[in-house]
């Protein structure tokens, strides 16, 4: 565990963790239920394209949906059985709307389908083709912003020197990470140094608060004969986010607009270390995870693997139960977690914690914004969250994006110390989706256009390929030799000439005759 000065963020919070009621059991196996609902896109960028028809049969890590474009993620059959049905359906995303899934009745066998074979030497081998391999096992980033992990991997040849693995998990509640650490450390230190050939980095630091001590005692175990740092950092909310992270550990910060990667830096988190192992190790595609189900309302909180697909009520029955009224449930933490209208919503790749809530503070009208500051005091980003807030509400979206609103990561401090109980993030959250609608529109428009410019060139260009074949026919035609007899016209005249001068001949020999 490296002795390391931390070079501490602005803002952010100190907060009750809550973490101990999840922590008190071993990760529970996984549950085989009878049906799966598995969304299409569970990542970032385009929608996967189903590869399969309602009525096949699938067998468990078999491809049902792949990805659509570079910035895709592909899918797979979690477990064996027949596709009921391709529609949409309700799934856990703050929008609430439906979205388009693949339905599987499961057989209850839970047969493998045939496994890509095991890159064992994936030190020698070119990072390339262990991209390739990341790509065709559906992996993304596990650390929320669920970003494919091949696309994250192509650094495009720009130099990275430090790999971070984000082992923070700073939200209250959430624990997924944390046992996953204290279960599997050796896959996270084996995902890391695949990550690390692949990115060529020149060293790998662990970022990770000091409230885990069970899991940074077996990653120190796991750590034994690498180069691997292990760095302890105070419990602050946002530790886990990926630029205070990089702040944290290292002191660099990321310019605004801008990519870990523009600073020599990649980060990923220590879930999707253990599906890069996996996938490379045993070629398995990436179709569970470990999910924290918690909260005062749960009989038995606890870590427990899932399938992905699986019905959250089914989950949380079959795995706890309730032991009290459950007032509101959230898909992920307190902070950045959003409520769902009901629980009979399927687990995606990005679904790290479901918070059933017994207790629950009563819901307060938001009152006039009283200009306190408050919020810029705990703006882990640096921001000036009650000018966003303006901007935002006034639809004025090009100032907001003027004062920054991309580096918001939405880590909810602003709102959680706001006096008047302004809902300031789905203020920001508001602006950022208008902006990408109207970037989309724009785009949209901008394609319309070029099509239509490019149909009227095609179009002038072969009205002027026509007339230039005419007129080319015409001078040909004008300069062609022509031989004697060619113009009927004339020859006509010519016959009609020689005609009238026999005549005339044959009289004047008929009067000298006589």
């Given amino acids: 565990m490296a002795n390391v000065s931390i070079h501490d963020f602005h803002g952010g919070l100190i907060l009750d963790d809550h973490k101990a009621l999840s922590t008190q059991h071993p990760i529970a196996p996984v549950y085989l239920p009878k049906t799966l609902v598995v969304p299409l896109q569970q990542h970032i960028g385009q929608i996967a394209d189903p590869c399969v028809k309602v009525g096949d049969h699938v ?9 659509s474009e570079y910035v895709s993620a592909n899918i797979h059959a979690p477990s064996s059985g027949t596709i009921t049905a391709i529609d949409e359906q309700p799934i856990a995303h703050p929008s609430g709307l439906n979205a ?11 047969k493998w389908t045939n496994l890509p074979d095991s890159i064992l030497d994936w030190e020698s081998t070119e990072p390339q083709l262990i991209r390739d391999r990341l790509r065709q096992s559906g992996i993304v980033g596990l650390g929320g912003a669920v970003f494919p992990t091949a696309v994250k991997t192509n650094t495009q040849n720009k130099p990275v020197n430090t790999l971070i693995l984000n082992a923070s998990e700073c939200e209250p509640y959430i624990t997924c990470d944390d046992m996953l650490m204290r279960t599997d450390p050796e896959k996270i230190v084996t995902g890391a140094k695949i990550l690390q050939h692949i990115v060529g980095a020149k060293k790998i630091l ?15 175990h796991a750590i034994n004969n690498t180069d691997i740092e292990i760095i302890v950092v105070p419990n602050k909310y946002p530790s886990g986010g990926e630029k205070q992270l990089i702040h944290l550990l290292t002191g660099i910060e990321v310019p605004s607009q801008g990519l870990p990667l523009d600073v020599g830096i990649l980060c990923q988190n220590v879930g999707t270390c253990v599906a890069v192992a996996e996938a490379v190790l045993e070629g398995k595609p990436f179709i ?28 949380i029955e079959h795995h706890s139960g309730f032991a009290k009224a459950c007032q509101r449930t959230l898909m992920g933490g307190p902070m950045m977690g959003f409520s769902l209208p009901d629980i009979d919503r399927p687990i995606a790749k990005g679904s790290n914690c479901v918070l059933s809530l017994h207790e629950v503070e009563p819901t307060q009208e938001p009152q006039p914004c009283i200009r306190c500051g408050e919020c810029v005091k705990v703006c882990p980003a640096l921001l ?21 609103l991309f580096d918001c990561i939405e880590c909810g401090c602003c709102a959680h110390v706001c006096p008047s109980k302004i809902p300031l993030v789905q203020y920001y959250r508001f602006a950022k989706t208008e902006i990408w609608a109207s970037e989309r529109e724009k785009q949209q428009s901008d394609l319309a256009r070029r099509r239509h410019e490019f149909r009227d060139a095609r179009l002038a260009r072969l009205e002027a390929e026509r007339k230039a074949r005419l007129r080319k026919k015409k001078e040909v ?16 005249i010519e016959a009609a000439m020689k005609r009238v001068a026999a005549k005339k001949a044959a009289q004047a020999a008929e009067e000298k005759s006589s």
């Fill in 100 to 110: 388009l899934c693949i339905s599987i009745t499961c057989d209850g066998n839970d």
């Fill in 477 to 492: 035609l004008e300069n062609k030799p022509k031989a004697k007899g060619d113009d009927p016209k004339k020859a006509a």
């Fill in 206 to 220: 662990i970022g990770i608060e000091e409230n885990k001590p069970q899991a940074i005692e077996a990653l120190n």
């Fill in 59 to 67: 067998l468990k890590g078999q491809l049902i949906a792949k990805a």
């Fill in 384 to 404: 000036l969250p009650q000018q966003l807030y303006w901007y935002a509400k006034s639809h004025n979206f090009d100032q907001a994006q003027d004062h920054h």
């Fill in 288 to 315: 569970d995870r470990i999910v924290t189900l918690t909260g005062d309302a749960l009989a038995k909180p606890q870590n427990v693997r899932a399938l992905i697909g699986t019905s959250i009520h089914e989950l």
